[in-house]
C-alpha cells in the first residue's frame, strides 16, 4: 500500500509537470550531443568507434543518475525542509522498507523516462545503438541504486547547503570522472582503480559494451546489483533512525 500511495502522487506530480520534466530531461544531454557529437564530428575515433557513438551509452548513464538521484533528493528535502510534509509519512504507521522502497522506484522510474528520451533524440541524430534486454537491465540498476543514493542523501542532510556541497564533492566527479565522456586507458593506473569502485563506471562500461560490441560484463552488473542493495538498506536504516 506504501508503494502504490507513493507512486500515484508522483505520478499526479509527473502529470502536471510534464513539460518542464520532459524539457530538463533532454536540455543537458541534447547540448552534450550538439556539442560533442556535432562539434567533434565523425573524424575522432575513441575505442575503435566514432565519437557520437562512444558518447551515447555515456549520456545515458548519465542521465539516468543525475536524473533519478535528483528527482528523489529534490522531492524529500523540499518536504522535509519547506513543506514540512515529510514527518507526517514518518510519524504514520507505515512500514519504513515499503516507503523508502516506494520513493526508490519513484525515483527510478523518472531515471528511465530520461533515458528513453536520451535513446529518442540519438535516433533524431542518426545514431542507432544496439538495446536489449540487459542493456535495460543496467538502466534499471542504475535508476534504482542512483535513487536509493538520493533517498539515503536526503535524509541525512539538514538544509539546501548540505545538499549543494554532497551533490559537488560526489555526484559532479562521478559524472566527469567514470568514463562518460572519455576512454579510461589514459588515466593513471592508481586514479583508474579509485575510479573503478564506483558505480557510474561500470554503468558506463556495460552500456558501452553492449551497446557498441553486443558484450555483457556481468561482473559489473552483479557490483551494481550490491550497490542497490547497499543503498536501499542504508535507506531503511536512515528511516528508522529519523524518526527517534
Known sequence: ???ATILWREFIFFKRKAFRITAGAVMSPLLYLIAFGWGLG???IVDGHTYIYFIIPGIIALSTMNTSFNAVAIRITVAKL???SFEYYMTSPVRMYLLTL???IAGALRGLYAGFLILMVSYLFGVHINVNFMFLLVCILNSMLFSAFGYVAAMVIDNHYDMNRFTTFVITPMSFLCGTFFSLDKMPAAVEKIIMILPLTHVT??????ALTDTVNYSSVL???IYFILFFLMGIYVSYKEIK
Do not use: N, T
Request: glycine residues 10%; without cysteine; hydrophobic residues 45%.
Open 82 to 84: 519547506h513543506e514540512r
Open 42 to 44: 565523425d573524424g575522432v
Open 102 to 104: 516506494g520513493y526508490i
Open 1 to 3: 500500500m506504501e508503494v
Open 205 to 210: 562500461q556495460s552500456l558501452r559494451s553492449i
Open 223 to 225: 557490483i551494481l546489483l
